[in-house]
Nanobody, 115 residues
Framework: QVQLVESGGGLVQPGGSLRLSCAASGSLFSIYTMGWYRQAPGNQRELVAGITRFGSTNYADSVKGRFTISKDNAKNTVYLQMNSLKPEDTAVYYC?????????WGQGTQVTVSS
C-alpha cells in the first residue's frame, strides 16, 4: 500500500481559502484514484472530491464551485483548493488513495472555519 501525509489545514474565517496537500510515498502515484474525504464530529466520513488516474474529477454537491481537486504526478501530491469556506466545512479532512485491491488513508488534517 501507500503512505499518505496531509498538510495545510488550520483555522480560517468564513469566506476564506485554504489549500490542502497530500503527499504519497512510492512510485505508482499516477495510477491511483485519489480522494479527499471529511468527517465532522457526530457525522459519517463523506467524500468531498475525487480525481481518477485519467484526471476526471467529481465533487460533493455541497462543495461544487468552491473546491477544486488537482494532482501533480511528478510530485506525488494531490491538492484540494478550498475557497469561500463556510462554518459547515469544519471537519477533519482525510486523503485517500485506492486501486481495485486496496485503499489507504492519511492521518487527517483539521480544518476549522470560524470567526
Amino acid at each position: 500500500q501507500v503512505q499518505l501525509v496531509e498538510s495545510g489545514g488550520g483555522l480560517v474565517q468564513p469566506g476564506g481559502s485554504l489549500r490542502l496537500s497530500c503527499a504519497a510515498s512510492g512510485s505508482l502515484f499516477s495510477i491511483y484514484t485519489m480522494g479527499w474525504y471529511r468527517q465532522a464530529p457526530g457525522n459519517q466520513r463523506e467524500l468531498v472530491a475525487g480525481i481518477t488516474r485519467f484526471g476526471s474529477t467529481n465533487y460533493a454537491d455541497s462543495v461544487k464551485g468552491r473546491f477544486t481537486i488537482s494532482k501533480d504526478n511528478a510530485k506525488n501530491t494531490v491538492y484540494l483548493q478550498m475557497n469561500s469556506l463556510k462554518p459547515e466545512d469544519t471537519a477533519v479532512y482525510y486523503c485517500n488513495a485506492r486501486v481495485p485491491t486496496w485503499s489507504s488513508w492519511g492521518q487527517g488534517t483539521q480544518v476549522t472555519v470560524s470567526s
